[in-house]
C-alpha cells in the first residue's frame, strides 16, 4: 500500500486543525453512512447527493463480478475478437484511457482504443486501424444520451451494417445505468451484452465500477488484484480510523485548506509509467470542485520547471512510483520543497497500487468539497455548453451556417475572435495583448479543437512551457470536446482566474454522421462555438484563434510569434 508524506510549510498548523475539527464533526463516520449533510443543507440538494455516494461501497459488488468479467474477456478472444475501441466521454472514458496506457494489453487479450472525440481525423485514425470484424465496441454512457457517444456508436454501426450484416450488435456491448436509452437500443440491436452499472455514481468517481473494470478486464488487467488494493485502501480510510490516519480525510484537508488559502493550482509531478493517471485525477478535482466561483485547479503535463517560474498559488503532488525511481524528478521535488513549496509525496510500490489511489482521490475530493462549501457531485455548467451547441446546430439545420461571430482580426491565414485590445495590428501583438491581461493567481488554458496527435502535443506543449516561465502562470491543455465533460465545468463555474485560448483549425477531411444532417466537422465547430459563447457571456476572458488546414505548420507558427515576442 502507498505510503503519503506532505511538508506543507505554514499551512500545516491549519491543516492540523482542520484535521482536528473533522474528528469533532464525526465526517467520516457520516461519510460511511452516506449523510448528505456534509455538503448542503437544502433538502432537495441532499437528495440529489444521497444518489450520488455509490462509489464508497461500490467494491463491494464489483469483487464478486471479477470471475464473470474475466470469463467475458475471454470469450471475446474465443469468438475471434482482436480489438476493442471505447466510444465514450468524460468519466467512461478517462479510467480506461489510463488503464490502457499504463498497464498495456496482457497477452492474448484484447487491444483497446478509446475514442472520445468528434474531431474526423482522430476517427478517422483510428478506423484505419481497426479489422472490423474482429473490432468490439463498447458503448458507454452513464446517461445513455451523451451526444458523442450517440453519433460515434452511429457512425460505426453503419460501418459494421456493411461487414456483418447479420450480426452486426454482437460487436458492441453497452455499459449504462438502468433504465436509459442505450439499455434499450442495446437490447433492440441485440448487443452482445449488457452491463447495468449501479446508478447511484457519478460519471467522474466511476472507475471501480463497470465503467472502468470493463475494458480493464478486456486488456487482461489483474481485476483481482487490482481491486484488493482499492480494498486495502478503503479500510485504511474506514469511519473509526482518525482523520490525522486517514489517507482520504489527510489529502482532502491539504486539498481544501491550502485551496482556500490560495494554492488552488494543484500540480501533479508523477513517474513516467503512470504519467497518464493524472488526467483522470484532472476530471475528479476539476470537475467535482469548479463551482459557484471556486474550485481547485488541477496542473497536469506541465513540464517540472525550477523555482522561479512558480509563484505562490501552487501545491504540488509528486505521484512517485518506487518500481521505476527517477533521481531527476526527486531532485527537482526536492528543490521546490527547499524554495518554501509544499509537496505531497505519494509513494506506489507498483502500478496496481493505483486501484487505492482511485479511491483515495474519490474520498479526498470529496472531503475538499466539503471543505470548501460547494457539491463535489454535481456539474451545474456542464450543460451550458451542451445547450449552446444544440442551438447552434438548430440554426445550421435551418440554414446551413453556423451563425459565426465576426472576427476581430483576420490576417496570416488566421482568423481572431475575442474581446481582446488592441486587436487592429497583428495576430502575433493581439495574442501577446490577450496574455497580457493577465494578473498574478491567474492561469491560462489551452482548448484545442484539433486532432489530438503526438506533434500537436509538443507543440502546444511547448507553447504552454513558454507561457509559464514568461508570465509565470500555470497552464493547462485540453483537447475538445472531450475536457468539455471534465475541465469544462471548473472553467465556467470556477473562479474568474482563467485565460482562455481556444484554437480550432479547418478539417483536412470530413465525416457524415448517420441520420443528422450534420457532419463530425460541423458538430466540433458548433461545440467550440457553444463553448465559446458560454465562457464570453459569463465575461471572462477568452481569445479564440482559428488556423488553416495545415494546423501543425500553424501551430509552429503560433509558437514562433510567442518565442520571437520573448526576443524584442
Known amino acids: 500500500m502507498s505510503r503519503f508524506d506532505a511538508t506543507l510549510g505554514r499551512d500545516q498548523q491549519q491543516v492540523r486543525k482542520t484535521l482536528q475539527f473533522l474528528d469533532q464533526q464525526e465526517f467520516s463516520k457520516k461519510l460511511w453512512a452516506k449523510d448528505p449533510s456534509l ?226 493550482k494543484v500540480t501533479f509531478i508523477t513517474s513516467p509509467l503512470i504519467q497518464s493517471f493524472g488526467t483522470w485525477l484532472e476530471q475528479l478535482l476539476a470537475e467535482s470542485t469548479g463551482k459557484e466561483g471556486k474550485g481547485l485547479i488541477p496542473v497536469v503535463g506541465e513540464t517540472m520547471g525550477p523555482p522561479t517560474v512558480y509563484e505562490n498559488d501552487r501545491l504540488f503532488i509528486y505521484l512517485r512510483l518506487a518500481l521505476l525511481p527517477d533521481s531527476t524528478l526527486d531532485q527537482g521535488v526536492e528543490t521546490l520543497q527547499q524554495a518554501g513549496h509544499p509537496v505531497v509525496r505519494i509513494f506506489l510500490q507498483d502500478p496496481l497500487d493505483l486501484g487505492g489511489e482511485f479511491f483515495r482521490w474519490e474520498l479526498a475530493t470529496a472531503v475538499a468539497g466539503a471543505i470548501l462549501g460547494i457539491n463535489p457531485f454535481d456539474e451545474p455548467n456542464v450543460t451550458e455548453s451542451k445547450e449552446n451547441t444544440r442551438q447552434i446546430l438548430e440554426v445550421f439545420c435551418h440554414t446551413g451556417k453556423l451563425g459565426l461571430p465576426t472576427p476581430i482580426l483576420e490576417a496570416e491565414g488566421v482568423r481572431l475572435y475575442g474581446n481582446v485590445e488592441p486587436w487592429n495590428v497583428s495576430p502575433k501583438d493581439t495574442l501577446w495583448a490577450f496574455l497580457n491581461r493577465s494578473r498574478t493567481g491567474d492561469y491560462v488554458t489551452l482548448m484545442a479543437y484539433i486532432e489530438r496527435s503526438k506533434s500537436h502535443e509538443t507543440l502546444l506543449q511547448k507553447i504552454r512551457i513558454l507561457i509559464r516561465d514568461r508570465f509565470r502562470l500555470a497552464t493547462t491543455l485540453g483537447y475538445g470536446p472531450r475536457f468539455l465533460h471534465s475541465t469544462g465545468q471548473l472553467h465556467k463555474g470556477g473562479s474568474s482566474k482563467g485565460l482562455f485560448l481556444q484554437i480550432t483549425s479547418e478539417d483536412a477531411q470530413d465525416l457524415t454522421i448517420p441520420e443528422e444532417p450534420y457532419t463530425f466537422g460541423i458538430l466540433k465547430k458548433a461545440q467550440a462555438l457553444g463553448d465559446y459563447y458560454s465562457l464570453t457571456h459569463k465575461g471572462l476572458r477568452a481569445l479564440h484563434l482559428h488556423l488553416g488546414k495545415n494546423t501543425e505548420e500553424d501551430l509552429k507558427r503560433l509558437l514562433k510569434w510567442l518565442e520571437d515576442r520573448l526576443k524584442e
Open 39 to 264: 455538503w448542503s443543507v437544502d433538502p432537495e440538494t441532499q437528495k440529489k447527493i444521497r444518489n450520488r455516494l455509490g462509489w464508497l461501497t461500490v467494491t463491494e459488488t464489483m469483487t464478486g463480478k471479477t470471475n464473470d468479467l474475466v470469463a467475458f474477456a475471454r470469450s471475446l478472444k474465443d469468438a475471434g475478437f482482436t480489438h476493442a475501441v471505447l466510444l465514450g466521454m468524460g468519466g467512461s472514458s478517462l479510467c480506461p484511457e489510463v488503464c490502457r496506457e499504463i498497464y498495456g494489453v496482457a497477452e492474448d487479450a484484447l487491444d483497446l482504443m478509446v475514442l472520445d472525440s468528434t474531431d474526423p481525423a482522430t476517427i478517422l485514425r483510428i478506423e484505419a486501424r481497426l479489422n472490423l470484424k474482429k473490432t468490439l465496441f463498447i458503448v458507454a454512457s452513464k446517461s445513455g444520451t451523451t451526444q458523442e457517444v450517440q453519433s460515434l456508436y452511429g457512425y460505426f454501426y453503419e460501418k459494421m451494417k456493411t461487414v456483418e450484416p447479420t450480426r452486426t450488435g454482437q460487436h458492441f456491448v453497452a455499459i449504462t445505468d438502468p433504465g436509459t436509452p442505450l439499455e434499450r437500443l442495446a437490447q433492440e440491436q441485440s448487443f452482445r451484452e449488457i452491463f447495468l452499472n449501479p446508478p447511484d455514481i457519478g460519471g467522474r468517481y466511476s472507475a471501480l465500477s463497470y465503467f472502468g473494470l470493463v475494458p480493464a478486464a478486456l486488456i487482461g488487467m489483474d481485476l483481482e488484484a487490482f481491486l484488493d488494493r482499492a480494498e486495502g485502501m478503503i479500510q485504511n480510510c474506514a469511519s473509526q480510523v482518525a482523520a490525522s490516519e486517514n489517507p482520504g480525510l489527510y489529502l482532502g484537508a491539504v486539498l481544501g485548506e491550502l485551496g482556500k488559502a490560495g494554492r488552488d
